[in-house]
């Protein structure tokens, strides 16, 4: 949506609708004006639709019918239609001999018949017109979709293509990498408690790749971790140990720094309301819990996993 | 000086638009000299039917004559009336004929015109389509002054009109859009004019907050106020705000005061509350974030110069050139042709706090630079004295009664096709450097 930014105290309402408009232009991708779908629609359909089906000179073959078209279209006719002439003379006198006409038979029904059908006539003239203007206006838009749908297309073959190339490099990055123990950054010299809990770690980390291949093992595994975890935790440096508590609260949900779940937040009457009106309102919608969703789950990890371990690792590495 | 204004209906509660702009007329130009406002018992501008009581009366401190109308109109006659010279190849004959069906038909206002018309300085004639006015300005002499109030509407392009525009003293016109069409519709260009509109009386303290608190409004809005009619561009305006509160859901909420002929949208974000008087209409403008005109055709929309002079940004539809010039000329709105416009437009109105405080100011400096009363009444009293020191033109007579009859006049929605349109945008560089630095 348009952000126009007011930088003096002049605004220049033209101006404005000029970028109002380009961004409109924009949005649209290619934008064609109405003479160039026109043409498009009078020349090119063919390269676009099936010519089979559409025809891209409807109007043109319609005015032409029209033109060559000798009847009459419609015919004028009112009460006094049936007494006109040329002659006043003669007019007056059939006005004048009515009465008597009347007495042979009644005309009213007929003039008004006759009335009601030039009406109809223009009526019909009036929707005949429409109809063509319709179909041919028919015919524009779906050239516009066409080449919309074309261009369309082609981004999604281009996008496709792209991403196919970015897993294949993502699939060589992956099979390049490797473990190394010297690769990571060395640690501030650990306290005695640290080295022998990294100890611990080290050989804990052994058990789960043992975990992975021996799966009925684990759970027999996992109890002593746990049991054993408030020891280990005690021995780190009191220091480290509040970091790593800090990030973990700020993983967890209602921890501090984290605040409400997405959706909740985006529920809230009125959050947003003050600052910016749709833009964060509309963050607020399933674009912004989409965009959360990762801190959720990584929120969730800690409390799933047994108390701290999946949890500490990953903050460390 | 002594003055009168010919209006089709008169009264207080009469709320149209060229109504309501003759009795401020009246009303302050009766401090200036003596007004007596001529009109008709009529108060429906559909029918005509005779509701208030004939003779004199007072409207706010200024003598109001009553006359009768003769028949009410028929609207069946009268729509065909109108297709005959809008849409075919059509007489003078028919054209007077569709004069007369349109109403409001009273003889006996037309006598007194002619009768008392000489004891008038000036006589003031508002809507040029009605029949008090096209009879009286004939009758009046060289007295007539016409406030046209012309929209884009076929009307305007009838051949009787012609010799109106052309005969009358002077014209005040609303806008230079409708001066510019009037001029190219019946070359007009020797008879005085000036563009003045009209004021409003504005209240100098308003009160947003009575208003939210009276109809529970707690969220932010757009207003539009008005009859809510789909010839007013209503049904657009529906359209397009249903899909933008779809793309937004906690946008802008929309109101709309005023009548409704057509079915308003049962939306939880549309709110209708209906006529309401002029210190809560007042106080629903100030609260709101700005005003929507989906109006098409507009010869000066009121409601739009008082949501400019309480600093209220409006967004019109562009297609009506008046109100796309009057935005362009005061850079205090903005406007619309498609809906992509309208969602981008209304969003940067209600997202874009800078923009939308600097068409507000912009708005009331507009308002008050042309449309305070000072500057009305000092634009109408300097017309009245240049038209007193300047000859009055001779109106055209009509043709023969063969003439008359001749079936050889085009349809007017033809003509007015062929009528220029647009806003007139050259006229603002000129305003700027009118303006005092």
């Avoid at chain 1, 059908?117 to 028919?138: F, G, K, M, T």
């Avoid at chain 1, 804990?204 to 020891?231: F, K, N, S, T």
């Avoid at chain 2, 009859?405 to 050259?426: F, T, W, Y």
């Amino acid at each position: 949506m348009a952000d126009f930014s007011v930088r003096n105290d002049n605004v220049d309402v033209e101006q404005i609708m000029r970028q109002v408009r380009s961004r409109i232009r924009e949005k649209r991708g290619v934008d064609y004006t109405e003479d160039e779908i026109r043409e498009l629609a009078s020349v090119k359909l063919e390269r676009f639709l099936d010519p089979k089906g559409v025809r891209s000179d409807l109007l043109d073959q319609y005015r032409k019918r029209r033109e060559a078209s000798t009847a009459p279209r419609n015919y004028a006719f009112e009460d006094s239609t049936l007494y006109e002439s040329s002659r006043p003379l003669l007019r007056a006198l059939r006005k004048l001999l009515n009465p008597i006409l009347k007495l042979f038979f009644n005309p009213t029904p007929m003039v008004e018949a006759l009335h009601i059908q030039s009406r109809l006539n223009e009526s019909y003239n009036q929707a005949e017109a429409l109809y063509y203007e319709l179909i041919h206006n028919l015919v524009i838009e779906t050239t516009r979709l066409g080449i919309e749908v074309k261009n369309l297309k082609m981004r999604v073959e281009s996008m496709s293509s792209r991403l196919d190339f970015d897993e294949r490099r993502a699939r060589a990055l992956e099979g390049v990498v490797q473990y190394r123990p010297g690769a990571v950054a060395p640690l501030p010299p650990p306290a005695s408690g640290e080295r022998e809990h990294r100890e611990q770690r080290d050989q804990r980390d052994q058990r789960d790749r043992g975990r992975d291949r021996e799966g009925d093992r684990d759970r027999q595994d996992r109890q002593p971790d746990r049991e054993r975890q408030p020891a280990n935790l005690g021995a780190v440096d009191p220091e480290r140990r509040n970091r790593r508590r800090r990030r973990r609260g700020r993983r967890r949900p209602g921890g501090p720094g984290f605040g409400d779940r997405p959706g909740e937040a985006s529920s809230s009457e009125g959050a947003g309301s003050d600052s910016g009106g749709p833009a964060t309102q509309a963050g607020g919608g399933p674009a912004a819990s989409g965009g959360d969703a990762p801190e959720a789950r990584a929120a969730e990890a800690p409390a799933a996993a047994p108390s701290g371990e999946a949890g500490s690792s990953s903050a460390e590495s | 000086m002594k003055l009168a204004v010919v209006v089709q209906r008169y009264g207080a509660d009469i709320n149209g638009g060229a109504e309501q702009h003759a009795r401020y007329i009246a009303e302050r130009m009766a401090t200036h000299a003596q007004v007596e406002v001529v009109t008709t018992c009529a108060r429906d501008y559909v029918t005509w039917k005779n509701e208030l009581p004939a003779g004199a009366d007072t409207v706010n401190g200024v003598a109001v004559r009553r006359f009768p109308v003769a028949r009410e109109r028929d609207p069946r006659d009268f729509g065909r009336r109108s297709h005959e010279v809008f849409e075919t190849t059509h007489s003078l004959a028919d054209e007077l004929a569709w004069l007369e069906s349109e109403g409001p038909t009273s003889p006996a206002l037309i006598d007194y015109v002619s009768s008392a018309g000489a004891g008038f300085d000036f006589i003031l004639f508002f809507s040029f389509r009605y029949y008090h006015s096209w009879h009286g300005v004939r009758r009046a002499g060289g007295r007539a002054i016409l406030v046209p109030t012309a929209e884009r509407d076929p009307a305007v392009a009838l051949s009787i009109f012609g010799p109106v525009f052309r005969g009358v003293r002077g014209i005040m016109y609303n806008s230079h859009e409708e001066r510019a069409m009037i001029q190219a519709a019946t070359r007009n260009h020797s008879v005085p004019g000036v563009v003045v509109g009209v004021g409003s009386d504005v209240p100098a303290r308003t009160e947003p907050m009575r208003f939210r608190r009276r109809h529970k409004i707690n969220r932010p809005f757009a207003i539009y106020i008005g009859r809510i009619d789909a010839n007013k561009g209503c049904a657009e305006l529906f359209d397009y705000f249903q899909r933008y509160a779809m793309t937004f859901p906690r946008g802008l909420d929309l109101v709309l005061v005023g009548t409704a002929v057509m079915p308003v949208p049962s939306h939880h974000r549309i709110r209708h509350l209906g006529f309401l008087p002029d210190e809560d209409k007042f106080d629903a403008l100030a609260a709101a974030d700005l005003l929507i005109m989906p109006s098409y055709f507009e010869s000066l929309s009121m409601v739009a110069l008082e949501a400019w002079a309480l600093g209220r940004p409006v967004l019109a539809n562009g297609r009506c050139d008046v109100l796309k010039g009057q935005c362009i000329r005061s850079n205090a709105g903005l406007y619309y042709e498609s809906y992509e416009e309208f969602a981008e437009t209304l969003y940067a109105l209600e997202s874009n706090g800078p923009l939308h405080a600097r068409l507000g100011r912009n708005g009331r400096d507009y308002f008050a630079r042309h449309y305070a009363w000072p500057v009305i009444e000092r634009k109408y009293l300097d017309m009245l004295e240049r038209l007193q020191s300047q000859p009055a033109a001779a109106i055209e007579p009509l043709p023969g009664w063969m003439a008359r009859r001749k079936r050889e006049l085009p349809p007017a929605a033809r003509v007015l096709e062929a009528i220029p349109s647009g806003a007139v945008v050259a006229e603002r560089e000129a305003m700027r450097q009118e303006r005092p630095a």
